[in-house]
Nanobody
């Protein structure tokens, strides 16, 4: 399974970004997909997950601001991030079944 994440970048506080992660070579529709992030000097932490049936789970710090979704036909998982804060600055990683991990995409929230 190969995971290709994209969509990171520099955004001002209060702005939005959408991350995408394409899962190649996978039985995507049956898999739990997720996003984690790692800020400088900190441990990797859960951001959001989505199960095959669409059930979602979010870290308390992003509830109400981030939305995870999936497109099974295109084997892609998305993370819509709104009302971004400087503390959201991190490298964001997507995961397939908590086994396979993408290389990460950097999100920087700064004025």
């Amino acid at each position: 399974v190969q995971l290709q994440a994209s969509g990171g970048g520099l955004v001002q506080p209060g702005g939005s970004l959408r991350l995408s992660c394409a899962a190649l070579g996978s039985t995507f529709s049956f898999a739990v997909m997720g996003w984690y992030r790692q800020a400088p000097g900190k441990q990797r932490e859960l951001v959001a997950t989505i199960r095959s049936g669409g059930e979602t789970n979010y870290a308390d710090s992003v509830k109400g601001r981030f939305t995870i979704s999936r497109d099974n036909a295109n084997t892609t998982v998305y993370l819509q991030m709104n009302s971004l804060k400087p503390e959201d600055t991190a490298v964001y990683y997507c995961t397939y079944q908590y086994v396979y991990w993408g290389e990460g995409t950097l999100v920087t929230v700064s004025s």
